[in-house]
């Protein structure tokens, strides 16, 4: 069984940052692509950014606009989102996400989850 945690998340005004951690299994996470998530109150839970098990291929929703970077650290089997110039429509519950092979952007393809963290962003 692969364990994901996800912190970070929190309260942010409009145009701050905040950095999430995901800590994976440390037997699972060097050979999965990992992927981060995102799911606002009644929307679909959408793709935000992925990376391969190596770190070297990242893949980012267009809608995240360059604000965003994904990233991670194979020794503490940890990826990591950074967001900056956070805005309100990021307010919602981030989840980390563990799958063999390749990124992708489809939920359904991931294998593991974590629990959620929530992002609020006032204005």
């Known amino acids: 069984q692969v364990q994901l945690v996800e912190s970070g998340g929190g309260l942010v005004q409009a145009g701050g940052s905040l950095r999430l951690s995901c800590a994976a299994s440390?037997?699972?996470?060097?050979?999965?692509?990992m992927g981060w998530f995102r799911q606002a109150p009644g929307k679909e839970r959408e793709f935000v950014a992925g990376?391969?098990?190596?770190?070297?291929?990242?893949y980012y929703s267009d809608s995240m606009e360059d604000r965003f970077t994904i990233s991670r650290d194979i020794g503490k089997n940890t990826v990591f989102l950074q967001m900056n110039s956070v805005k309100p429509e990021d307010t919602a519950v981030y989840y980390c996400?563990?799958?063999?092979?390749?990124?992708?952007?489809?939920?359904?393809?991931?294998?593991?989850w974590g629990q959620g963290t929530q992002v609020t962003v006032s204005s």
């Open positions: 996400a563990a799958r063999p092979g390749p990124i992708v952007k489809q939920r359904e393809y991931y294998d593991y």
């Open positions: 440390v037997r699972t996470f060097g050979r999965y692509s």
């Open positions: 990376i391969s098990w190596t770190g070297d291929s990242t």
